[in-house]
Nanobody, 125 residues
Framework: VALVESGGGSVQAGGSLRLSCAAS????????VGWFRQAPGKEREFVSA????????YYADSVKGRFTISRDDAKNTVYLHMSSLKPEDTAVYYC???????????????????WGQGTQVIVSS
């Protein structure tokens, strides 16, 4: 499955953005999907994930209460709505998918099979 992220950009602190992860090539509704981010000079961080059914969600403590993940399988798309953005949210955001993973938090330990190319998010103070 091919993944393409979009929706990144520049925003001031306190603002919002919605990232999209569009899938093509295969039916998406059997895949768990996650979002990761990597800031310059830092390790990749596991941010959020959603199970194939949409019934189980995971959020890192750093984004809990501010980010919301959702999926629309009719559109083969997963979204990450980000609000109350902080400068420390600045990073390249990647979506990833894996059909083997049942529990979304497992994406933090099992590297997903499929990755997008990333979309840049810049939050200015």
């Amino acid at each position: 499955v091919a993944l393409v992220e979009s929706g990144g950009g520049s925003v001031q602190a306190g603002g919002s953005l919605r990232l999209s992860c569009a899938a093509s090539g295969r039916t998406f509704n059997t895949y768990a999907v996650g979002w990761f981010r990597q800031a310059p000079g830092k390790e990749r961080e596991f941010v959020s994930a959603i199970s194939w059914s949409g019934g189980s969600l995971y959020y890192a403590d750093s984004v809990k209460g501010r980010f919301t993940i959702s999926r629309d399988d009719a559109k083969n798309t997963v979204y990450l709505h980000m609000s109350s953005l902080k400068p420390e949210d600045t990073a390249v955001y990647y979506c990833a998918a894996d059909e083997r993973i049942t529990f979304p938090q497992a994406m933090g330990v099992i590297p997903p099979d499929y990755w997008g190319q990333g979309t840049q998010v810049i939050v200015s103070s």
